[in-house]
């Protein structure tokens, strides 16, 4: 089983310089006693468009916004270049499981038993206008460390946490419940999971409880001989 590819967060600080009342004055120019501010002025504030183009009638949830388990977020990004995704995300539910209760039969490297196994249970809808049929989920877990950590992905079937990425085809309007699994590195904790799509986007996050898995439902039982 691979390794979860793992990416340091460069926490960056936007710092936005504003410059009210500022006039240039030259000559015989006299300088006004108070500075008209565009509401003054009739102008109606800028909408700041969408970080990426969506159809008609979809609003993109913020970025930077914190949400707790259970709740949406609409969000876009690129699967490849040319091509701009779409989904509803609902966070449903945070799992911790051991390697001793969900992964008895793989074979596991040193490195990846050092480490504490997640699942994240989600329900995601293609609000968008592309088939994002096949591809990963595009959600991280974060760590204790401000590290991203991506879902390890299944040659096979992995039963206890299942899908992990979209079915085959995953056309505009489908909703889907999927599992992740992650790997955190060095007996990590998961504090949050994040849509992060570039380095640039403030991500949009989910924190809550970390429960321990769901048993397993008995499969039913066919009806009983008359």
């Given at each position: 089983m691979p390794r979860p590819a793992r990416h340091r967060l460069a926490l960056a600080t936007a710092l936005t310089c504003g410059l009210a009342g500022l006039a240039a004055c030259s000559g015989d120019d006299?300088?006004?006693?108070?500075?008209?501010?565009?509401?003054?002025?009739?102008?109606?504030?800028?909408?700041?468009?969408?970080?990426?183009?969506?159809?008609?009638?979809?609003?993109?949830?913020?970025?930077?916004?914190?949400?707790?388990?259970?709740?949406?977020?609409?969000?876009?990004?690129?699967?490849?270049?040319?091509?701009v995704g779409v989904l509803e995300v609902t966070v449903d539910r945070l799992e911790r499981t051991t390697f001793k209760k969900s992964f008895?039969?793989?074979?596991?490297?040193?490195?990846?038993?050092?480490a504490n196994p997640y699942f994240v249970r989600a329900t995601v809808t293609n609000r968008g206008e592309t088939d994002l049929g096949g591809r990963p989920v595009p959600l991280y877990i974060v760590d204790g460390t401000?590290?991203?950590?991506?879902?390890?992905?299944?040659?096979?079937?992995?039963?206890?946490?299942?899908?992990g990425e979209f079915p085959k085809k995953f056309p505009p309007g489908r909703t889907k419940k999927v599992c992740l699994v992650y790997l955190s590195p060095d007996k990590g904790d998961l504090v949050a999971v994040s849509f992060r799509p570039t380095q640039e986007f403030d991500p949009i996050t989910w924190s809550g409880e970390v429960l321990e898995p769901e048993p397993k439902k008995p499969k039913g039982k066919g009806r009983p001989n008359r």
């Amino acid at each position: 089983m691979p390794r979860p590819a793992r990416h340091r967060l460069a926490l960056a600080t936007a710092l936005t310089c504003g410059l009210a009342g500022l006039a240039a004055c030259s000559g015989d120019d006299e300088p006004t006693d108070e500075p008209t501010s565009s509401s003054d002025a009739g102008e109606s504030p800028s909408v700041e468009p969408p970080y990426l183009p969506v159809p008609a009638g979809v609003e993109l949830s913020e970025q930077g916004s914190e949400l707790a388990v259970g709740e949406s977020a609409v969000v876009a990004y690129q699967p490849r270049q040319e091509a701009v995704g779409v989904l509803e995300v609902t966070v449903d539910r945070l799992e911790r499981t051991t390697f001793k209760k969900s992964f008895a039969g793989w074979q596991l490297s040193a490195d990846n038993r050092k480490a504490n196994p997640y699942f994240v249970r989600a329900t995601v809808t293609n609000r968008g206008e592309t088939d994002l049929g096949g591809r990963p989920v595009p959600l991280y877990i974060v760590d204790g460390t401000d590290t991203l950590i991506e879902a390890t992905r299944f040659k096979s079937t992995f039963a206890p946490c299942t899908p992990g990425e979209f079915p085959k085809k995953f056309p505009p309007g489908r909703t889907k419940k999927v599992c992740l699994v992650y790997l955190s590195p060095d007996k990590g904790d998961l504090v949050a999971v994040s849509f992060r799509p570039t380095q640039e986007f403030d991500p949009i996050t989910w924190s809550g409880e970390v429960l321990e898995p769901e048993p397993k439902k008995p499969k039913g039982k066919g009806r009983p001989n008359r």
